[in-house]
Structure formats: C-alpha cells, structure tokens
C-alpha cells in the first residue's frame, strides 16, 4: 500500500487547509485511517481517526476544528482544517491500518501557521 499526502502549505492563523491521502496498492475492504502529526521537538501525536465506516474520533485539541472525512470511491482521506493557529504547525502524516492491522505511513506533509 502507498500512501501520498498532499495539501500542506503556509497558512495564516484563523485559517484553513484541506489535507488529501490517497491509498493505492493492494487495499483492504476494511481499513482505518488516521492523521499524526509532529511538531518541531515534539513526539507523533494522533489528530484524528476515521473507520472505514466513517465513526471518527478526534484529539481534544482539535475537536470543533478539524473534520476527517473520506471518499471510499477514491481510497482517499482528508482533513479538513480551520480555524488554525500557530500551534498546529506540524508535519502531517497519514496512516492506513489494513484489516490485517499492517500499517503504512505517508510521506507526510508540512503545515505552517505563521502571519
């Protein structure tokens, strides 16, 4: 399974981005997917997790602000971002855990809130 992260970028902070992961590859029929990030100094934290389902589940630091959704069709998640502020500066990456429960990471994506 490969993963490709995109949609990174510099953002100003109150505002938005959408991140992309698309899976390709030998794909489960039921994967979960996840968004980590990492911040300068920082350990890989969770931000949000969506089943193939669609239950959710959420860091507390983003709950209210950050939105994971996917499109099974296209075997690609997003992240859906507003509101942003400095502190969700980070490297962002995705993960797919097959049915299987093997795991795959993308190359992640870089997320700066700066005015």
């Known amino acids: 399974v490969q993963l490709q992260a995109s949609g990174g970028g510099l953002v100003q902070p109150g505002g938005s981005l959408r991140l992309a992961c698309a899976a390709s590859?030998?794909?489960?029929?039921?994967?979960?997917r996840d968004w980590y990030r990492q911040a300068p100094g920082k350990q890989r934290e969770l931000v949000a997790t969506i089943t193939h389902a669609g239950s959710t589940v959420y860091a507390d630091s983003v709950k209210g602000r950050f939105t994971i959704s996917r499109d099974n069709a296209r075997s690609t998640v997003y992240l859906q971002m507003n509101s942003l502020t400095p502190e969700d500066t980070a490297v962002y990456y995705c993960?797919?855990?097959?049915?299987?429960?093997?795991?795959?990471w993308g190359q992640g994506t870089q997320v700066t809130v700066s005015s």
């Open positions: 993960r797919y855990t097959g049915s299987d429960e093997r795991k795959y």
């Open positions: 590859g030998s794909i489960a029929a039921f994967d979960t």
